[in-house]
Each structure stands twice: as structure tokens, then as C-alpha cells.
């Protein structure tokens, strides 16, 4: 994970994938302190990946496509739970970037 993403940071992801989880997310099960580690360094990671930091939707999609990656065992098979880390990754942005919505 980044050196400079605080304890306070990484509380708030952890408290949005729990509400993800609360409201029903199914791929943000019992894991939020696992998936949030990997979240903000696929976040803030995204400029490597050709994304700058003004395309929050390109960086939400990417944010998605690498949970998936991480954390789904057959990331081909993944159907309709796309939506659902899609869900999450809009989830996670959130708590990094408060207010920026989009």
C-alpha cells in the first residue's frame, strides 16, 4: 500500500466496504479490512495504468476490473457480479475522494 495513505484513510474505505457489505453487496462480504489494502493501492495506482486522476469513472471501472482480478477465483466467469464490484469500486472512490462524485 502507499506510505502515505493514513490510518484515518484506510478506516473510511474499510467502513464503505462495510456498508456495501451492509446494504447487500455480495462481493464485499466478510473481507472489507482485506479488500481495502488492495482498493487504494489499485486506486492510486491507476495513473501507471494510463488513467488520469480527472477520469473518476475510467478509475472506477479500472478499480473494479482489479478487484476482480484480486479477488474473484475465474475473473472470465464473472457475469453479472460485475455489477456488483462495480458497485463496490463507486463504494471505495467515494471514501478517497469525498465529494467528488461524477
Partial sequence: ?????SAETL??????IARARDEG???????????????????YSSNRRG?????????????AKGLVAH????PTLIGPLRKDY??????VAEALEPGRGG
Wanted: include cysteine; aromatic fraction near 8%; charge should be negative.
Fill in 1 to 5: 500500500m502507499a506510505d502515505d495513505v
Fill in 11 to 16: 478506516a473510511r474505505v474499510i467502513a464503505a
Fill in 25 to 43: 453487496c455480495p462481493v464485499a462480504s466478510s473481507r472489507p479490512e482485506e479488500i481495502a489494502p488492495v482498493a487504494i493501492r489499485r486506486w
Fill in 51 to 63: 488513467l488520469k486522476p480527472s477520469d473518476r469513472k475510467g478509475r472506477i471501472r479500472d478499480l
Fill in 71 to 74: 479477488f474473484d477465483f475465474e
Fill in 86 to 91: 462495480e458497485f463496490l469500486a463507486e463504494c
